[in-house]
């Protein structure tokens, strides 16, 4: 017995034959004692079935204990005032000198048209629980709900909704809502979405562009902001196919089946006269948006405009002159380009490019067109873009070149997610440079974690955009940018 007590004891005390590793495993099993007694009093979490669950499915789905019904498009909910209470709707209504204070069953008349019976079923259930699940489909019925009721908490929960679920097929019925429904929030994102997109993405849609109202669309052109793919031009061809797709509702086809469509539309009108005088006059305010100066930059374009006879004479021939007038000062060393003016003024003036920059590869471009000799190229070379005022030989001969040109340009990148959400966005701000001949800048260092596709908008001031002198009482007059007779709005 002894001996085998000494030989159990042996290989754990020292003193008995022990050695340093044994020594070292005595202090590894204290160690794993207070773990386990650590892991004994640490508190575990389970979730059982909860008590708003439990709420819910009884007394919302079930109706038990009830002590009013709620009436509305022709269903029933047996519900409790306790609950209703947490809207100031049902609290007023069950507190005060109401008829419907000591009624057991309250009836609802359903007046807007996007309230249904889904959504007062969830709506109705938000008093009973603290979650919400949401299609992006319904969204809009909860939100007409949720003010109805005035459930501030629902309402905050549907713009988060529609916020993160802007995109191509949502876009104009959220922005539809947030209009009717004074979402302030939701609004703005949505013009801001437009604004990234509606030359790239929604002119690939033929449904979507023809269903854009024309406030909305005026409101998007007259944007400094708005990213235009290529030059104004592009505008202008966009806003025809516009036009078209309004006028033949039944027309269905592909984005380029439709831009050309539209330009077989104009060219065969047998109607005399301009399109925006005669029987396109509801149009005139949305094709006021356009820079009209800078539809004129080259001689195929011009061509196009009086082909179309779309934008009648009394509103190109002053952005002509004006155009004209601008190109004789510069040629005769009376205009070297603006130096100093106002960001507003900058928005009003400058001409609005863009692009989209596929990869962080190297990309060298300029935009075409006539720009009273002063060729600017664009660098991307994937860290940064760059702007050179290239000295073109040919140019010299066709207008005066002198040493120093001031320019005024603000260039936007912006990098969007799946839904065409900005996810990245970084702006030079407006600058003004004098440039010399063949002199290069870095406008802008982009981060390193910048996503592709990047688009790129960039709006420049060329000119000081001096206005002809003052003309007789009674006859129109030119803005730098807009409408004859009309001003810039904004």
């Known amino acids: 017995m002894g001996n085998i007590l000494q030989s159990v004891m042996g290989s754990h005390v020292i003193g008995y034959g022990g050695s340093k590793r044994k020594v070292e495993e005595v202090e590894s099993d204290d160690d794993d004692t207070m773990d386990l007694d650590s892991l004994l009093h640490t508190p575990k979490k389970r979730r059982l079935n909860s008590t708003s669950k439990y709420i819910y499915k009884t007394l919302f789905e079930e109706g038990r204990a009830s002590d009013v019904s709620v009436v509305a498009l022709g269903n ?6 306790v609950y209703l209470c947490q809207s100031p709707y049902f609290s007023s209504m069950f507190s005060g000198n109401w008829t419907e204070t000591n009624q057991s069953q309250i009836n609802i008349e359903i007046l807007d048209d996007n309230i249904n019976i889904d959504a007062l079923h969830l709506a109705l259930g938000q008093f009973y629980k603290d979650d919400i699940e949401v299609e992006a489909a319904q969204v809009i019925p909860l939100l007409a709900t949720a003010l109805l009721l005035q459930m501030d908490p629902l309402i905050d929960q549907c713009t988060c909704i529609m916020l993160e679920t802007i995109n191509l097929q949502t876009v104009l019925q959220y922005h539809e809502a947030a209009r009717r429904y004074g979402v302030v929030e939701v609004d703005k994102a949505c013009k801001q979405w437009l604004l990234h997109n509606l030359l790239t993405q929604v002119t690939d849609h033929p449904g979507t562009l023809s269903r854009i109202p024309p406030d909305l669309l005026y409101e998007l052109l007259s944007s400094p902001h708005l990213y235009v793919m290529q030059t104004e031009f592009s505008v202008y061809v966009m806003l025809k196919a516009w036009v078209f797709l309004r006028l033949n509702h039944s027309w269905e086809g592909s984005h380029e089946a439709a831009f050309l469509d539209a330009h077989k539309y104009f060219r065969n009108r047998s109607e005399p006269g301009y399109f925006l005088e005669e029987e396109g006059k509801e149009f ?7 820079r009209l100066i800078y539809l004129i930059y080259h001689h195929l374009d011009v061509e196009m405009l009086y082909s179309d006879r779309i934008l009648p004479p009394s509103w190109l021939t002053p952005a002509s002159m004006h155009q004209w007038y601008n190109m004789l000062r510069i040629d005769q060393g009376k205009d070297r380009g603006p130096s100093e003016i106002s960001e507003e003024e900058f928005d009003k003036s400058c001409t609005r490019c863009g692009r989209v920059l596929a990869n962080s590869g190297q990309h060298i471009w300029r935009w075409t067109g006539y720009n009273f000799g002063l060729d600017l190229v664009m660098t991307h070379d994937g860290a940064s873009l760059r702007l050179k005022r290239n000295h073109r030989t040919e140019n010299i001969a066709t207008i005066a070149q002198p040493t ?22 970084k702006t030079t701000g407006v600058q003004s440079v004098s440039l010399a001949k063949n002199e290069e800048i870095r406008v802008m260092l982009l981060d390193p974690e910048v996503k592709y596709p990047l688009l790129l908008s960039a709006n420049f001031l060329i000119t000081t955009n001096h206005q002809l002198p003052v003309q007789p009482t009674g006859t129109s007059t030119v803005t730098a940018v807009g409408l004859p007779g009309h001003g810039n709005r904004e």
């Open 76 to 81: 029933e909910w047996h519900l409790h005032k």
């Open 284 to 290: 005139s305010l949305v094709f006021s948006a356009l």
């Open 404 to 425: 120093r040109r001031n320019i005024m340009y603000r260039v936007t990148v912006a990098s969007l997610d799946e839904q065409n959400q900005v996810v990245y966005t």
